[in-house]
């Protein structure tokens, strides 16, 4: 089955509606019109009545173009009736049995008085009025078909449905054009969306109108400038990591050829490859862990994880490979922090790394309830690359900071904490703690 455009979709629904609404219009319209046929002869056949009532010679009867009426009088001393076109259908004994029924309708003792009824005869509707005296001694009955009702009520239902069907034609003129102006609206979006890939996201296109479409537009356009974002930083991180991955390679390559080449000692020369290797190995860890960050178990519930065996057992492992910088711990044994040890162990183990390659002389970590401070005495980081710091590869102003701060920035933040960098008087400090719920 062929899919259908919206404009269609659109188009479709609006009939459906319309045919429903056309539908109870109609019955309401036939309806309406059948009240105000009924009232108008009722109307007219009492004014007739006492025409005819009046009238020195009844014989000759009113000519109604319209309306086809007949009469039935009766007095003391004789009758008239006149019901032209309609004998096929009516007998005396029709009209006076009419007549009782309109007495006995309007039960009243006056003397004079005028009924109406509508009465079904052969299965066809008749409109009576009955003048009456005398306690029906002397009365005048006029009466009608229903032909002069049908003709009203086709003629106004003619006039309203064309009016309406007029109306229904407009709308339908509209909506096809707002329809049509909305997919077309859709579609350039949807081409600008397919386009995107092909030129790197780099393309905008924002919709102006003020309804949903126009801010869908404006939401695509926000996540196509995220994307381009994020397509920059790929490639300046693919980019930083062939050379970060070209430097350790091509010394152990320089190395392990030296040694094919004996113009290298053994020792030395395996030495640097293992020293280069171990190098080599933690960038490709550390890729690993950021990679592996997008893919957190999110069904998995947080731990909670002891802090201070985590610092612990990292400042043992640096103090053996630092000897010039000297640790200071202030550092509470009962706190806990939300998460799984295993990747706080690489937030603080990637801080600290950090933090010794830039520390003169000392590196201090504080650990008090919702709150982890680590501090070295180096040089400030410049205000301007701060907000940088955490970005995969992005050049400090000493250099790169590689994977490493990245790492912990999602990491942390993953676990529903802050990260900040603040330059001390002295030295620059990284600071975890609870996130401010507004």
């Known amino acids: 089955m062929k899919k259908l455009d919206i404009s269609s979709q659109l188009i479709l629904l609006f009939f459906s509606i319309i045919l429903i609404a056309v539908f109870a219009f109609s019955v309401t319209t036939i309806n309406f019109a059948n009240s105000i046929a009924e009232k108008e002869m009722f109307n007219r056949l009492s004014t007739y009545v006492l025409l005819v ?22 007095t003391l001393d004789s009758e008239y009736s006149h019901f032209k076109n309609m004998e096929d259908y009516l007998e005396i004994s029709d009209i006076l049995n009419a007549a009782a ?14 009924g109406q009824a509508v009465i079904k005869i052969n299965n066809k509707r008749y409109v009576f009025v009955a003048y009456t005296k005398d306690n029906m001694d002397t009365y005048s009955i006029v009466f009608t078909d229903n032909r002069y009702a049908q003709a009203l009520i086709r003629d106004i239902s003619i006039k309203v449905n064309g009016l309406f069907l007029l109306i229904i034609l407009l709308a339908v003129i509209i909506i096809y054009i707002w329809s049509n102006n909305v ?28 309804d949903e479409v126009g801010d869908l537009s ?8 995220e994307l381009y974002e994020n397509e920059k930083i790929k490639q300046e991180m693919l980019h930083n990591l062939s050379h970060d991955f070209k430097t350790p390679i091509a ?35 550390r890729l690993i862990q950021y990679n592996r960050l997008e893919y957190f178990n999110t069904e998995k519930n947080f731990e909670d994880v002891r802090m201070y065996d985590i610092i612990n057992d990292i400042v043992i492992n640096y103090k053996h490979q630092v000897e010039n910088i000297n640790f200071i711990l202030d550092l509470d044994e009962n706190v806990t922090f939300k998460g799984f040890s295993e990747n706080w162990y690489t937030v603080v183990d ?22 982890l401070r680590i501090y070295n005495d180096g040089d400030h980081i410049e205000d301007k690359f701060i907000d940088k710091a955490f970005k995969p590869y992005e050049k400090g ?9 990245s790492i912990v920035q999602k990491t942390v933040d993953y676990f529903n904490m802050n990260l ?7 030295g620059v400090s990284f600071i975890i703690d609870n996130k401010i719920v507004e």
């Open 53 to 74: 009532n009046t009238d020195t010679d009844p014989k000759n009867p009113y000519n109604f173009r319209d309306m086809n009426v007949g009469y039935y009088i009766k």
């Open 101 to 114: 029924s309109i007495k006995e309708k309007n039960n009243t003792d006056e003397v004079e008085y005028i």
């Open 183 to 210: 997919a077309k609206r859709l579609k350039r979006i949807k081409n600008h969306v397919l386009e995107l890939p092909k030129n790197n996201y780099e393309n905008s296109y924002i919709d102006t109108y003020e």
């Open 218 to 225: 404006k939401s695509i356009e926000v996540m196509r400038e």
């Open 251 to 285: 010394v152990i390559k320089t190395y392990a050829e030296a040694i094919q080449d004996g113009v290298e000692d053994n020792n030395v020369s395996a030495n640097k490859i293992i020293e280069q290797s171990e190098i080599l190995k933690k960038k490709v860890n």
């Open 350 to 371: 990637n801080i600290i790394d950090n933090a010794r390659r830039y520390a003169k002389t000392e590196i201090k970590i504080v650990l008090k309830e919702n709150r």
């Open 397 to 405: 102003s000493k250099g790169q900071f590689g994977l490493g701060m």
């Open 420 to 426: 900040h960098v603040v330059n001390e008087d002295i």
